[in-house]
């Protein structure tokens, strides 16, 4: 007759079944969730992502290509907030890419005179080559602020030199880049000398407030632009908002736009939508457009 | 059960492994989080308190008295040889050509560059430069597309000129003519 040995319980304890169920059950929901979402972490942490492929339109660095939004309209300034959520990456590229923006004159005759076809006032944060001795950290890419104007009667294009955010693709998160252009004697769209306003904050502190005069640019203003130009197949940014957009009364007093614009981007890259629309309604602070290229 | 145990334990190891490298992941390319943006705040404009130094450019050299420049015309002509202009290459076939290198007050150099703003006191002594090339447009900063017109962004411009800070070699400004 065979006798049945007792089960040893120091080896294999009811408790250590269960745990090990346990740790089982455990090890499956884990690996559902890297199965059936692809990433554990997806729906919590990875906000928003582009992975829209790049088209290639801007494999010739002429012509420009554009993510934008115009308003139109008579005004004597303007004020936007360029609010970073990423860098601007343009790594060996001959152009560039930026977010920036434009206080134009498109009609008058002294304005679609000149080369360009209009008359500007622009200022933001753009990468800069290498090779351009004009860069803010010369000989190497590098991110940096400027502002420049395009004006009538032989003045042509110049261009100033702002800010050093630093190199190419150079993180910039911390930063805000306030800028206002605005009619330097009075609140009229037609002048001749256009203030550039800008202050930047790095985790909240302000760091620099370069100013700067576009001086005998007799403009009379009809469009508010902002947005991304994009002049290098290479070049990329992450999402970069748009926010607090206003233009100027003839008092002087700024006002949130209420309106998204007009859409008078380029085929992408670079990429432009509004997160936020800009409205006349309860709480409206002009919007937050967002600009990016993945 | 012990290789039960110890494959259990491999596979719990290597979940956690997973686990953490995901989340860090996640974390590095996640959309940050940054503190809402105060509203902007529009101060009156005061050009002198907020000169811009410009970007760095010709080392100077030269012993400052407070009045002089601190590097030569011949610094700059060696700048401009080794660097080019800042409007893009020369075009195709072209050769620099420098036409003038003067030091002159900033109000002057304004007027030679049609009233363009250089950034500094009228008196402050600067260094105007005037070069031929054609060169590419390669570096400007376009207009905009819009209703009325931008379609036709030149390409190249036969002039250039730029304005450098005369005690400090930076430059201050540039620009194209055509």
Known sequence: ????????????????????????????????????????????????????PLTGYCNDPNPHCYATRTWLGHTGGSSTLINPYGSLNCQSCNGFIDVETWFEDTTDSQCTSTKYGECWVEGGISTWPANDPNSCHQGYDSTCGFWADNRPYGGNYNEHPLYNFGADGVNLVPYLFYITIKNDSGNSSSGSTWDVIVNIYKNGTLVAAPNGQSKSNTMNVNNITIGSELSDSNGSAGTIYFQDNQWMDTSGNFHYQTTTGNNYSTNPPPYGYWVTNPCNCQGNTGGSFDTYDS | MLRFKIVCGAVLILAF??????????????????????????????????????????????????????????????????????????????????????????????????????????????????????????????????????????????????????????????????
């Not at chain 2, 490298?21 to 940054?34: D, L, Q, R, S, Y």
């Not at chain 2, 009228?122 to 005037?130: E, F, G, H, P």
């Not at chain 2, 017109?149 to 070699?169: C, E, L, Q, R, S």
Request: net charge neutral; glycine share 10%; hydrophobic share 45%.
């Open chain 1, 1 to 52: 007759m065979k006798i049945r040995q007792p089960l040893d319980l120091s080896s294999c304890s009811v408790f250590e079944d269960r745990a090990f169920t346990v740790l089982f059950a455990l090890i499956l929901f884990l690996g559902s969730l890297f199965i059936f979402s692809g990433s554990a972490f997806a729906a919590s942490t990875s906000v928003m992502t582009h992975a829209i």
């Open chain 2, 17 to 178: 492994v997973m686990l953490g490298g995901e989340f860090f992941m996640n974390v590095a390319g996640a959309t940050p989080v940054k503190p809402p943006a105060p509203p902007p705040v529009h101060s009156p404009f005061q050009m002198s308190q907020t000169y811009v130094a410009g970007n760095p450019a010709i080392k100077p050299h030269l012993a400052q008295n407070g009045i002089g420049p601190a590097f030569t015309k011949a610094d700059v002509a060696a700048y401009l040889e080794k660097y080019g202009f800042y409007s893009g290459p020369l075009a195709p076939g072209a050769h620099l050509k420098i036409l003038t290198i003067e030091f002159v007050t900033a109000a002057q150099a304004s007027q030679l560059m049609v009233g363009e703003s250089v950034g500094r006191p009228d008196n402050y002594l600067v260094c105007y430069i005037k070069v031929e090339g054609p060169f590419l447009l390669t570096y400007v900063h376009g207009g905009v597309p819009g209703p009325h017109g931008n379609t036709n962004i030149p390409t190249t411009a036969k002039y250039g000129h730029a304005v450098f800070d005369a005690h400090t070699g930076n430059l201050l400004v540039w620009g194209v003519d055509w």
